[in-house]
């Protein structure tokens, strides 16, 4: 079957790894190191990679599979720590290398005929390991090495199992996508099949049997990730599905209104349109923790989507836009990677739910899915905007959440947006928006001394959401955001900028 099972043994690339071979034409998931040979032979896959890891092999801690792995005969390909994992349950040996090999090195071929295939002689790879391989398992052959890696590549044809000490996923491998691309094509035989249009038809057909005749609602919070959702849904079940759009008091300026115009209008959804605002600014009084807003929220959704569904009489079914990177920052269960926060749509939902969850895009990564919009006639500008978290500018005033806390972010955001379109770079930054600091700041304005609050703008470019790094913006444009701020919003008298890059930060300072 062209599926690729990707082992999490708890790489900060597993999630690229999965990006680059769905960019080659190949569906593939994510799934802890140590899933059974059950579910394995269960998903039916016909290739298997091992992602890397901090550990060693050696350390008794140290995440391992199931050796019976091995017996499959699904081709598998080891990166880094996945290498020495091949060679330590199959006979090889990994010892603590004299010196740590991190950065970039240069890979010397001696057998192009299988996972080298085309690649140059001397191309650049990225190491970042710190054992490596002393004796290769019978059987294997080295067909690559560098100067610190004797064995940088091992294949074994016949029982189809390979490794590299590289990690080619990464933008640092110059010809690593040729590296996966022989792996999946030339040696385990998969076929490029994977695009937007095949999914789209294999959804609905899943939708359609999950569904039957029965109502779905579904939520929409003004984002690419929801709109997307209930297009393929409508694309499935039509006036079946009921969509909700909440006036939380904690969308953008002037959004609820225009969105709300739009969906019924532009996409001709059912959308019913609820005014929330003082219900969440209710249960959010006094709070200040970020984990905690995020339940709540969750919470309040879904008391009126039960609310809403009530009143349309015998719904079973709620669709969200969780897609892939809100599942894995909200759950450490695809890997041994740390939780590193809970989204409202997938850890802040109560454990008892009244409806069952239909979430299309739930394995999908973020510029997947606007491949996906493009497909069903969204148009570029929506597609384009930045994200907006599901609890809104709630998870972008650190402190208690209310009106005045509102206010203020709301017009800074705004101004910063406003900026960020007219000196033309919307479209080159993944987000830019304001977060409200709990801290106040001496200032002086009309020859006045002032004391209050601060903002921080934030500015960054990525690709998925995964990786970010902040955006060079220039000390003119900085100038001139940092005055309008300070000038017309009440209550702000110093403006301060985000230059942390993802990893350390997240993208949303909660």
Aim: aromatic share 8%.
């Amino acid at each position: 079957m062209n599926k690729a099972l990707i082992l999490d043994f708890g790489s900060q690339y597993t999630q690229l790894i999965a990006r680059k071979v769905r960019e080659l034409g190949v569906y593939s998931e994510i799934h802890p190191f140590n899933i059974s040979l059950k579910k394995i032979k269960s998903l039916q896959p016909g290739a298997i990679i091992f992602s890397g890891g901090p550990k060693s092999v050696y350390e008794p801690d140290s995440p391992h599979p199931d050796p019976e792995i091995f017996e499959l005969g699904i081709p598998i390909l080891g990166i880094c720590y996945g290498l020495q994992l091949i060679a330590h349950h199959l006979g090889g040996r990994v010892q603590k290398a004299p010196e740590r090999e991190y950065g970039f090195a240069s890979l010397h071929i001696l057998d192009r005929s299988g996972l080298l295939h085309g690649l140059k002689d001397r191309t650049q790879v990225w190491m970042s390991h710190g054992d490596r391989l002393e004796a290769i398992p019978q059987g294997f052959a080295i067909t690559g090495k560098t100067a610190n890696s004797k064995a940088a590549v091992i294949e074994n044809r016949e029982r189809r199992i390979y490794g590299v000490q590289f990690h080619p996923e990464v933008a640092h491998t110059q010809e690593g996508k040729k590296v996966l691309a022989n792996f999946l094509f030339r040696l385990a035989g998969l076929k490029a099949d994977w695009n937007m249009s095949s999914f789209i038809q294999d959804k609905v057909k899943e939708i359609r049997q999950l569904v039957g005749k029965e109502k779905v609602i579904c939520g929409l919070s003004g984002g690419i990730d929801s709109l997307v959702t209930s297009l393929i849904i409508q694309k499935a079940i039509g006036r079946q599905l009921h969509c909700i759009f909440v006036n939380n008091g904690l969308l953008r300026k002037g959004e609820y209104e225009s969105l709300l115009e739009e969906f019924r209008q532009k996409f001709a959804l059912q959308v019913i349109g609820v005014e929330a605002e003082n219900q969440f600014l209710e249960k959010l009084k006094g709070v200040t923790s970020p984990e905690k807003k995020r339940k709540i929220i969750g919470q309040v959704f879904i008391e009126i989507f039960e609310e809403q569904a009530r009143k349309l009489g015998d719904v079973k079914f709620l669709a969200q836009g969780t897609i892939y990177p809100d599942v894995i920052e909200s759950t450490s269960v695809k890997g041994p990677s740390h939780r590193i926060k809970s989204h409202h749509n997938v850890g802040g939902l109560p454990e008892k739910l009244n409806f069952k969850l239909v979430e299309p895009l739930r394995e999908l990564f973020k510029d997947e899915v606007r491949a996906l919009a493009l497909e069903l006639g969204v148009s570029h500008e929506f597609i384009q905007q930045h994200p907006f978290p599901g609890p809104g500018l709630a998870v972008r005033i650190i402190g208690e959440v209310n009106k005045e806390s509102l206010r203020m972010v709301r017009e800074a955001d705004a101004i910063l947006l406003e900026e960020v379109k007219k000196a033309r770079i919307y479209n080159k930054l993944w987000q830019a928006f304001a977060v409200l600091l709990p801290v106040r700041s001496v200032g002086v304005m009309g020859d006045q001394r002032t004391y209050q609050q601060v903002v921080a703008i934030r500015m960054v470019q990525s690709t998925d959401g995964m990786t970010a790094n902040w955006y060079p913006a220039s000390p003119k444009l900085l100038a001139r955001i940092a005055t309008r701020i300070v000038n017309e919003v009440d209550g702000v008298n110093r403006v301060v900028y985000d230059i942390t890059s993802k990893p350390p930060g997240t993208i949303e300072w909660e």
